[in-house]
């Protein structure tokens, strides 16, 4: 059975951080390209940051985020990260990863990940 588990969020003042994390289960993790998208209220799910299959050489974000956020992947834990700095009001959102099989490097469609976790709230409060 496969399960994407993610953490670390929660209620933040505009310019604090959080660092979410995603714990894999049941896959081959290593094999696997993870992504971090996002969804606010009343909005349609967007992709936030990506990050290739085996040693996560590429990394890929969306110009929103670019310079705040950070993806990084530890393979021995099954785990991605999404480090967020300098969060902004207009990042509050549900936070989501998930994992594709099928593009090892570049994937910023939702139908091109294979299985997703269950989202972690961010509030970013003015």
């Known amino acids: 059975q496969v399960q994407l588990v993610e953490s670390g969020g929660g209620l933040v003042q505009a310019g604090g951080s959080l660092r979410l994390s995603c714990v894999a289960s049941?896959?081959?993790?290593?094999?696997?390209?993870m992504g971090w998208f996002r969804q606010a209220p009343g909005k349609e799910r967007e992709f936030v940051a990506g990050?290739?299959?085996?040693?996560?050489?590429?990394?890929y974000s969306v110009d929103s985020v670019k310079g705040r956020f950070t993806i990084s992947r530890d393979n021995a834990k099954n785990t991605v990260y999404l480090q967020m700095n300098s969060l902004k009001p207009e990042d509050t959102a549900v936070y989501y990863c998930?994992?594709?099989?099928?593009?090892?490097?570049?994937?910023?469609?939702?139908?091109?990940?294979?299985?997703w976790g269950q989202g972690t709230q961010v509030t970013v409060s003015s």
């Open positions: 998930a994992a594709s099989s099928t593009v090892p490097s570049g994937a910023t469609r939702r139908w091109q990940y294979d299985y």
């Open positions: 049941g896959i081959p993790f290593s094999l696997y390209a």
């Open positions: 990050i290739s299959n085996r040693n996560g050489d590429r990394t």
